[in-house]
């Protein structure tokens, strides 16, 4: 039970590192590029 729970939200702050990571990428490239 507290492993399963744990699991799903290790994945869950897995999968909004990964958003935030692409996030900063994307507007990173953006501001160069306009620059």
Known sequence: MA???GKI????VYIGL????LTA????LMY????
């Open 3 to 5: 492993s399963k729970d």
């Open 9 to 12: 939200f290790d994945t869950i």
């Open 18 to 21: 990964g958003v935030n990571a």
């Open 25 to 28: 990428l994307y507007l990173l």
């Open 32 to 35: 160069f590029e306009v620059i």
